[in-house]
């Protein structure tokens, strides 16, 4: 009779840890679905895409970056240097390059004095 409460006790310990097993299989199967979906270059874009607008500190220098870029590209643009000189082409593109930098690393200050300018002709305008 000893025997069978013993034999008992561990068909029961056996379904208890199948059913363990079955649970963190599950689980296991549900974490590697979400990795597979993470690792998915759409998702990966999308999450990069929501660090960058959920930092302030990116955003900053992301939106100092494209109004350097953008000055350049006028300043190249405004000077009129783009024509089939080669000496020319690299002047420009030098002079691009110079102005990208030099209003990317001080654009904090020229969107202060837009912004002064823009309120001095604005309260100009009123009186």
Do not use: C, W
Not at 6 to 13: A, G, M, R
Not at 19 to 47: C, G, M, R, T
Not at 76 to 82: E, L, Y
């Amino acid at each position: 009779m000893k025997m069978r409460n013993e034999t008992d006790s561990l068909n029961e310990l056996i379904v208890l840890q199948e059913q363990k097993h079955d649970s963190e299989l599950k689980a296991l199967k549900e974490q590697f679905d979400l990795a597979y979906e993470s690792l998915k270059p759409v998702n990966l874009i999308k999450s990069l895409f929501h660090e960058v607008t959920a930092s302030p500190e990116i955003k900053n220098d992301f939106v100092g970056n494209i109004i350097g870029l953008g000055t350049g590209f006028i300043s190249k643009k405004f000077f009129g240097i783009n024509s089939q000189s080669p000496v020319k082409n690299m002047l420009g593109t030098i002079l691009q390059f110079a102005m990208t930098n030099v209003v990317a690393k001080h654009s904090d200050s020229i969107k202060n004095i837009g912004s002064n300018l823009l309120s001095h002709f604005l309260h100009k305008n009123k009186s």
